[in-house]
């Protein structure tokens, strides 16, 4: 079962003492000490900057997944251009995976789009978005091993991220189709790759397992095994919008057709 806790910012600047705001016994000179509260009031107006969705809204999305993936941080950063690439199949949508609470809250603040998410571990530490989610029913934990409590087509898009890299190919088998069932546009798939070294270390006794990380290929092949068939269409609106908006992707990035 995943944890949740939360991130430590002030350990990123030095957990010996070091770094902008560490103090010293040395000397230093009067232009030395302007400069460091120059540099500490930008950083400051920055961080403050970040929680109005400026520049540092990337970082924010990292560090709610506490550095371990970026998968699910990605989805909120694709939002623009899945839109692009689906149009009217965006209005309703159900994200699969670690931190959905923050996902759908992204997702949720769209026009036009309705949201939905299914949280496949323990939420531990949720704040009270999250809790208020959870209560209205639009966020509910699942293990997604096994067949998901909707009816067919119950949404026009269905978005997962950081949760097939834990399935093995027995419960792969079962999973897609499954999403592929209660989706009627599609699935928009977020996976790590192989050389991810930070999702292959990830700590076992967070997520239950170790991630397998697949390559390209082995999806591919994955994908014709299981008689699901990929969305060329979407892939190619997917492709250029990606290209207009200067947008690179950290994760792999599938898309799959829906079952008639």
């Given at each position: 079962m995943m944890s949740r806790r939360p991130v430590n910012l002030s350990r990123r600047f030095g957990d010996s003492g070091g770094g902008l705001f560490s103090s010293s016994k040395s000397k230093t000179s009067p232009a030395l000490s302007v400069g460091l509260i120059i540099v500490g009031g930008l950083f400051l107006i920055g961080y403050v900057y970040k929680g109005s969705?400026?520049?540092?809204?990337?970082?924010?999305?990292?560090?709610?997944?506490?550095?371990?993936?970026?998968?699910?941080?990605?989805?909120?950063?694709?939002?623009?251009?899945?839109?692009?690439?689906?149009?009217?199949?965006?209005?309703?949508?159900?994200?699969?995976?670690?931190?959905?609470?923050?996902?759908?809250?992204?997702?949720?603040?769209?026009?036009?789009?309705?949201?939905?998410?299914?949280?496949?571990?323990?939420?531990?530490?949720?704040?009270?978005?999250?809790?208020?989610?959870?209560?209205?029913?639009?966020?509910?934990?699942?293990?997604i091993k096994f067949p998901l409590p909707y009816r067919p087509k119950a949404f026009s898009l269905v978005v997962i991220s950081d949760a097939l890299d834990f399935l093995s190919p027995r419960y792969l088998n079962k999973t897609l189709p499954d999403l592929a069932r209660i989706s009627t546009d599609g699935i928009v798939i977020f996976t790590g790759y192989p050389d991810n070294k930070k999702a292959k270390g990830a700590d076992v006794s967070k997520y239950g397992k170790t991630a397998k990380m697949r390559s390209s290929s082995w999806w591919v092949r994955y994908f014709l095994q299981i008689n699901l068939e990929e969305n060329d269409a979407a892939s190619k609106k997917f492709a250029q919008a990606s290209t207009k908006s200067s947008y690179v992707p950290n994760c792999q990035i599938f898309h799959l057709k829906s079952l008639n």
């Open positions: 969705g400026g520049f540092g809204s990337r970082l924010e999305s990292v560090s709610r997944l506490q550095g371990d993936y970026l998968c699910t941080g990605e989805v909120p950063r694709a939002i623009p251009i899945l839109k692009k690439a689906y149009g009217d199949s965006l209005h309703k949508v159900l994200h699969v995976g670690p931190d959905t609470c923050y996902v759908v809250s992204k997702l949720l603040k769209e026009e036009e789009t309705e949201a939905w998410g299914i949280e496949p571990y323990d939420i531990e530490d949720a704040d009270a978005n999250c809790k208020a989610l959870i209560r209205k029913g639009i966020v509910r934990m699942a293990d």
